[in-house]
């Protein structure tokens, strides 16, 4: 019985130094949201209005951009996939890998190959373990992106998006990240960067400006052109893509941070209740001891007197 009560303890000690670590982890998460959201908001705006450009532009011109034209037969598609550097976040890489996966699924089941780009070590360790193939893969950075990062990122983007697909280029460019909607909610989606969808993004803009209290009413600010249109194009390409790179970054980052703060505090709440269980099973360990140890007392003075009574 003895031994059984050391076993206990031994658990209990090790399961409370366990809750100690997860509940420093939560913290640790909880205080890196807030600076996240914060992040996701400033770049925004940004975003926001450099969309609502390239529509002008796109809406004003009839020139043909890799950026608002879409290929007659698309046959190749690029996938940026965003997932977390690290774990114990709960099912956060795991969601957006099965996003990726079904929309690898509908591009090819469309007639379109599909090249891979990841960013993050759990995306990486995922399309290795499986042998798929990996056009480029970047890691290091996911919890804390920084504008510079989604430059690196969307460099060869660019470069397939400019290149003819003979050459080993792209006609679509799709981006799969984990929307941050609340400190409880994070949803993967799947969007469509390039060729970009006009209707979408009157829309987006839309969203922005109801967002920000903007009258449905507000006049649209005219755009002319200098040297051309398609020069306007060429310009904004590379900023619009790493933009909206840089703002599903930081999306991301938020939302890895919201699920790594919600799995620590479960984790934390499932040790307490697995140390309370164990104290009572110790607990009640303990006094059968106890009791057994009064039982052999009892009977060795009953015994012995028992013998006294015999001798007399």
Not at 49 to 54: G, I, K, M, P, S
Not at 169 to 197: K, N, W
Not at 221 to 247: H, K, M, Q, T
């Amino acid at each position: 019985m003895g031994a059984q009560l050391r076993v206990y303890k031994r658990r209990i000690k090790s399961i409370t130094a366990t809750k100690k670590i997860t509940k420093a982890m939560e913290m640790i998460a909880a205080s890196r949201i807030v600076k996240a959201q914060r992040q996701v908001q400033a770049s925004a705006p940004y975003a926001n209005e450099l969309t609502r450009a390239v529509t002008a532009v796109a809406t004003g011109s009839n020139t043909k951009h890799p950026l608002t034209t879409e290929a007659e037969h698309p046959t190749r598609a690029a996938v940026l996939l965003l997932t977390s550097d690290r774990g114990l976040a709960g099912g956060y890489s795991s969601n957006a890998i099965k996003a990726a996966d079904r929309l690898t699924e509908r591009l090819r089941s469309e007639g379109k190959e599909v090249d891979s780009y990841i960013v993050g070590r759990k995306g990486v360790a995922y399309y290795g373990f499986r042998e798929r193939p990996v056009v480029e893969s970047w890691t290091g950075f996911t919890d804390k992106p920084s504008y510079a990062d989604a430059k690196s990122v969307a460099a060869p983007l660019i470069e397939a998006v400019q290149k003819d697909t003979a050459d080993g280029g792209v006609d679509e460019l799709h981006i799969v990240f984990t929307e941050f909607v609340s400190m409880m909610t994070q949803a993967p989606v799947d969007d469509r960067l390039l060729p970009l969808s006009l209707d979408e993004a009157a829309k987006e803009s839309a969203t922005a400006k109801s967002a920000a209290g903007a009258a449905g009413s507000e006049i649209l600010p005219l755009y002319d052109f200098e040297p051309s249109a398609e020069g306007v194009l060429d310009a904004l390409l590379p900023r619009y893509v790493e933009s909206r790179i840089y703002n599903a970054m930081l999306q991301a980052a938020a939302s890895e941070h919201a699920a790594r703060r919600r799995a620590m505090k479960s984790a934390t709440d499932n040790a307490g209740d697995l140390v309370k269980s164990l104290s009572r099973l110790a607990n009640a360990a303990r006094q059968a001891e106890i009791t057994q140890e009064i039982s052999e007392i009892v009977g060795g003075a009953s015994a012995l007197a028992d013998a006294t009574a015999g001798s007399d």
